[in-house]
């Protein structure tokens, strides 16, 4: 298994407050990616990284920021958590483009 | 823009019966790549297969096997002879090569199909 950590895994705030959620890699891959799941939508991409300090916004980004300033780490934040940002929320990583992506075990947020 | 349906939004099928979850893609790109994963109810994504625009043989993995068609646009996975640990949501999932590789890897998922598998 690729070597993809996320934490927390599982968070409840309150709406207005700031969240950060953090993904880690051990593999050394350039690409990483986060995504939102919810139902009836599959997963969604927030936020890419093509390499350290390259990101870009991804289809559903209103409301995030990412900043990768390592290699391994790949940080999501919601500057001022909203309800409609209760989600489970994945990374995943890939070492090229065309590369499969693999994906850590999630982060649950609740947001009251 | 590309898009990715999967028209299932569940299934229940009972152990031992063969059971396909169809995909059907849109993309502009001539070069494309297609991937499947299984969500069980752990929660973890699992990859299964992935799968090139140009490479259109059908691929089979034990009791898996996929059927990818372009001139239909579609990448149907078939299970056979369902086990109750085949029950998980499965996705079908599209990115684009782009101009150069540029679409740097972004996914486009389909909506998930529920499969039950009964004992």
């Known amino acids: 298994d690729a070597g993809i950590t996320q934490s927390p895994r599982h968070k409840v705030t309150e709406t207005g407050t700031p969240v950060t959620l953090r993904c880690h890699q051990t593999e050394n891959h350039r690409y990483m990616y986060w995504y939102r799941q919810d139902p009836g939508h599959g997963l969604r991409l927030i936020h890419y990284?093509?390499?350290?300090?390259?990101?870009d916004k991804g289809e559903v980004s209103d409301g995030y920021s990412v900043s990768r300033s390592k290699t391994e780490d790949f940080l999501l934040t919601l500057e001022s958590a909203t309800s409609s940002q209760t989600s489970v929320y994945f990374c995943?990583?890939?070492?090229?483009?065309?590369?499969?992506?693999?994906f850590g075990p999630g982060t649950r947020l609740t947001v009251l | 823009a590309q898009k990715v349906t999967q028209a299932q939004t569940e299934i229940s099928v009972v152990e031992k019966e063969d059971v396909t979850l169809d995909c059907v893609y849109e993309t502009r790109d001539t070069t494309y790549y297609l991937f499947w994963y299984k969500q069980p109810p752990s929660g973890e994504l699992v990859f299964l297969i992935r799968?090139?625009?140009?490479?259109?043989q059908n691929e089979i993995s034990g009791r898996y096997s996929w059927n990818f068609q372009k001139s239909t646009s579609s990448f149907n996975f078939t299970i056979t002879a369902s086990q109750v640990v085949d029950s998980a949501v499965y996705f079908c999932?599209?990115?684009?090569?782009?101009?150069?590789?540029?679409?740097?890897?972004?996914?486009?998922f389909g909506q998930g199909t529920i499969l039950t598998v009964h004992p």
């Open positions: 995943a990583i890939s070492a090229g483009p065309t590369d499969t992506q693999y």
């Open positions: 999932a599209l990115s684009e090569a782009g101009a150069g590789g540029t679409s740097y890897g972004k996914l486009t």
């Open positions: 799968r090139n625009s140009f490479d259109e």
């Open positions: 990284s093509y390499g350290v300090k390259d990101t």
